[in-house]
T-cell receptor
Framework: AQKVTQAQTEISVVEKEDVTLDCVYE???????LFWYKQPPSGELVFLIR??????QNEISGRYSWNFQKSTSSFNFTITASQVVDSAVYFC???????????FGGGTRLMVKP | NAGVTQTPKFQVLKTGQSMTLQCAQD?????MYWYRQDPGMGLRLIYY???????DKGEVPNGYNVSRLNKREFSLRLESAAPSQTSVYFC???????????????FGDGTRLSIL
């Protein structure tokens, strides 16, 4: 069975701190895709990144970076020099071909204080 | 630049009432989805439509029906609302078709539904 676990339900940091959001997944499929979405207080979901299981290169986009490690089934998300606007709930999600379904983790609420 | 539009944004129902949530996308996407979001549980897929004219059950389909009216529109119906269906409902769409759903999904703003 597939599963996505975001063990950190809430994280609170002070502006300019770096913060890492953890995501651990389970799947038996060898071909799968991992996603991160951001849900700001306004409620909409915003796509951040997609990574397939054959590409373990880390990715950096501005202050955001992602560390994909198949050996530990993790796809962690780091925000460098956090800002108040980063305050949101962040969801990690897994799509695997055999199940043909996107499975979400429970989300991590990040609060960045000024 | 509308993307995915959901109506209504808020609704309160009494137990046993029926209601249809509407969703429309203007990105010419093939696939559309309905999710519910409950506290601490992330999003769970209710139904999806890989292409116009097809629908399939997701993780939590009981108590719901869907209609893919055309390529743009995908509605979700609660025939006899129950308090357990109190949730935030999200519609989403993505570009691929044929049942393969690894493309990023674009979400609407959600419908907050309360059932008393």
């Amino acid at each position: 069975a597939q599963k996505v676990t975001q063990a950190q339900t809430e994280i609170s940091v002070v502006e300019k701190e770096d913060v890492t959001l953890d995501c651990v997944y389970e799947t038996r499929d060898t071909t799968y895709y991992l996603f991160w979405y951001k849900q700001p207080p306004s409620g909409e979901l915003v796509f951040l990144i997609r990574r397939n299981s054959f590409d373990e290169q880390n990715e950096i986009s501005g202050r955001y970076s992602w560390n994909f490690q198949k050996s530990t089934s993790s796809f962690n998300f780091t925000i460098t020099a956090s800002q108040v606007v980063d305050s949101a709930v962040y969801f990690c999600a897994l799509f695997y071909n055999a199940g043909n379904m996107l499975t979400f983790g429970g989300g991590t609420r990040l609060m960045v204080k000024p | 630049n509308a993307g995915v539009t959901q109506t209504p944004k808020f609704q309160v129902l009494k137990t046993g009432q029926s209601m249809t949530l509407q969703c429309a996308q203007d990105m010419n996407h093939n696939s559309m989805y309905w999710y519910r979001q409950d506290p601490g549980m992330g999003l769970r897929l209710i139904y999806y439509s890989a292409s116009e004219g097809t629908t399939d059950k997701g993780e939590v389909p009981n108590g719901y029906n869907v209609s893919r009216l055309n390529k743009r529109e995908f509605s979700l119906r609660l025939e006899s609302a129950a308090p357990s269906q109190t949730s935030v409902y999200f519609c989403a769409s993505s570009e691929e078709g044929g049942g393969s759903r690894n493309q990023p999904q674009h979400f609407g703003d959600g419908t907050r539904l309360s059932i008393l």
